[in-house]
Nanobody, 123 residues
Framework: QVQLVESGGGLVQAGGSLRLSCVAS????????MGWFRQPPGKEREFVVA????????YYATSVKGRFTISRDNAENTVYLQMNSLKPEDTAVYYC????????????????WGQGTQVTVSS
């Protein structure tokens, strides 16, 4: 398994942007599909976006499509989440996750998780 550390969360006004980063340990990062999930206050964890191990395929939740962009740099063991046009409903703890296998969209598809980073969008 890989160890994941997220950063980049914070407080932003509606309409603003943030970029989250997730750095993975180890030399096997390039074999992992990566995903971002979020957990709004009082709600269950939900899928945001995933990217295949090569970066050639991406999958977005309908709620973020067109606003968020996932990318990865396998040389730097890092996956990014660029979030634009943020809305108050995007407020959540955002988690980075890694899956050794096909890219999935369920939490159970991912075996490694970061500690999470808080994103708060004010109206």
């Amino acid at each position: 398994q890989v160890q994941l550390v997220e950063s980049g969360g914070g407080l932003v006004q509606a309409g603003g942007s943030l970029r989250l980063s997730c750095v993975a340990s180890g030399r096997t990062f390039r074999y992992y599909a990566m995903g971002w999930f979020r957990q709004p206050p009082g709600k269950e964890r939900e899928f945001v976006v995933a990217i295949s191990s090569s970066g050639s395929s991406t999958y977005y939740a309908t709620s973020v499509k067109g606003r968020f962009t996932i990318s990865r740099d396998n040389a730097e063991n890092t996956v990014y989440l660029q979030m634009n046009s943020l809305k108050p409903e995007d407020t959540a703890v955002y988690y980075c996750a890694a899956a050794l296998g096909p890219t999935g969209s369920q939490p159970a598809d991912f075996g490694s998780w970061g500690q999470g980073t808080q994103v708060t969008v004010s109206s």
